[in-house]
Structure formats: C-alpha cells, structure tokens
Antibody
Framework: EVQLLESGGGLVQPGGSLRLSCAASGFTFSSYAMSWVRQAPGKGLEWVSAISGSGGSTYYADSVKGRFTISRDNSKNTLYLQMNSLRAEDTAVYYC????????????????WGQGTLVTVSS | QSVLTQPPSVSGAPGQRVTISCTGSSSNIGAGYDVHWYQQLPGTAPKLLIYGNSNRPSGVPDRFSGSKSGTSASLAITGLQAEDEADYYCQSYDSSLSGRFYVFGTGTKVTVL
C-alpha cells in the first residue's frame, strides 16, 4: 500500500525558512516523479513544484521560484521542500503527491496524496 | 490566479445528473494537454477521480465520467449520491510565453440537496 507522510510544518515568521519532508513507502520511490501541492485555508489547490524520479529535473510555480527548492533522497525514500523567504501568502496545507508511472512533460497527474502538513507564516 | 475556470458550485438531488465544466485556453487544454479530475471530501486530501480526460482509476464508480473538447473539459456525475458531496478540481498543463507548469482549476463544490 502506498503511503506518503508529510512532516515539518509549523508556525514561522515572515522571511523565515522551513523544510518539509515526505516519507514514502509501498512503492519503488526512485521510479516515480513527485510533486508538492498546497492549499491555502478555504481556498483551492495550487501546484507548487515537481521533481523527476532521479531528481535530475525540477519544476516550480512562478509564485515560489527562487524561494523554494524541491529535492529527494532516493536512498531514504524521502521527498523534501526547502522553503525560504516565506510570506504570509505561503500559509497553506502542503501535500506531497506521487505521479503515475512514466510521467513526463505535461502528462503528469497525481495518483496518491499524503494527508498534508500545515505551514503558517505569521508574526 | 488559476488559468482553468470552474463554476464555484453545482447542486442536485440524489439520483440526478450534474456536470462540472473546466474552461481553459489554447495554451493548456486547447493545446492538447490531458485533463485530470480530483475529488476532495471535507477535511481530507484530494483523490484522483479521472485521468487522461476520461479514464477512471480502479475503484472509482462508473457514475463518474470525463470528457474533453476544444479548450474545455467536463466531469459528469450520474445517479448523484450523498457521498459525492465534495470539492472537485480539474488539472492540466499550461505552456505559454510565461513558462510551463501544472495548473489546477478553481474548484467546484458539489452539494447534494
């Protein structure tokens, strides 16, 4: 059974940093692209970032480009999101998600999601 | 601001059919990129409902169906049930001068009357 468990969320001041982790199990982690998707309180879903199975290719939404860094450690079956220069508008539940097999280009979709971790940016 | 527009809400009585539209443009749906749909029950993570415009993952009831035409896509729920009350999101890919990225629709809340 596929399991994705996010951690690392919490309260941080504007301008601060936070690193989210997503521990994966139940599948061959290195074979799948992974994504981070966020949802602000009472709002819709927003794609944040994605990474290829090898980690060699990364993608970012314009809203986080230059501030967030996605990475993965395939030896630990863990996905990360390093978030710097945080703003109030980054407040959201952050979900990690697993893509379908052979995801590439614009064809990717998320077949499994974690339960999310809440990030609150406030002074 | 999402580039895929959905109606904020739709409603129907049990047993009825409801449809949710997802309107894009020539840089996403109209460019040939697939549309996928997710269901988010209250207080839970999203769940894949339809992939590749019209395909259902194993375990998704055949009451749910998807279609795509031109710059739009639709999700239909036939035989509406109380358990279908949830938020629904479409997702596709956008490639324009401003960059390439995955995009979600604005979301639609389905209410079972």
């Amino acid at each position: 059974e596929v399991q994705l468990l996010e951690s690392g969320g919490g309260l941080v001041q504007p301008g601060g940093s936070l690193r989210l982790s997503c521990a994966a199990s139940g599948f061959t982690f290195s074979s799948y692209a992974m994504s981070w998707v966020r949802q602000a309180p009472g709002k819709g879903l927003e794609w944040v970032s994605a990474i290829s199975g090898s980690g060699g290719s990364t993608y970012y939404a314009d809203s986080v480009k230059g501030r967030f860094t996605i990475s993965r450690d395939n030896s630990k079956n863990t996905l990360y999101l390093q978030m710097n220069s945080l703003r109030a508008e980054d407040t959201a539940v952050y979900y990690c998600a697993k893509s379908q097999p052979y995801c590439s280009g614009g064809s990717c979709y998320s077949v499994a999601w974690g339960q999310g971790t809440l990030v609150t940016v406030s002074s | 601001q999402s580039v895929l527009t959905q109606p904020p809400s739709v409603s129907g009585a049990p047993g009825q059919r409801v449809t949710i539209s997802c309107t894009g443009s020539s840089s996403n749906i109209g460019a040939g990129y697939d549309v996928h749909w997710y269901q988010q029950l209250p207080g839970t993570a999203p769940k894949l409902l339809i992939y590749g415009n019209s395909n259902r993952p194993s375990g998704v009831p055949d009451r749910f169906s998807g279609s795509k035409s031109g710059t739009s896509a639709s999700l239909a729920i036939t035989g509406l049930q109380a358990e279908d009350e949830a938020d629904y999101y479409c997702q596709s890919y956008d490639s324009s001068l401003s960059g390439r990225f995955y995009v979600f629709g604005t979301g639609t809340k389905v209410t079972v009357l």
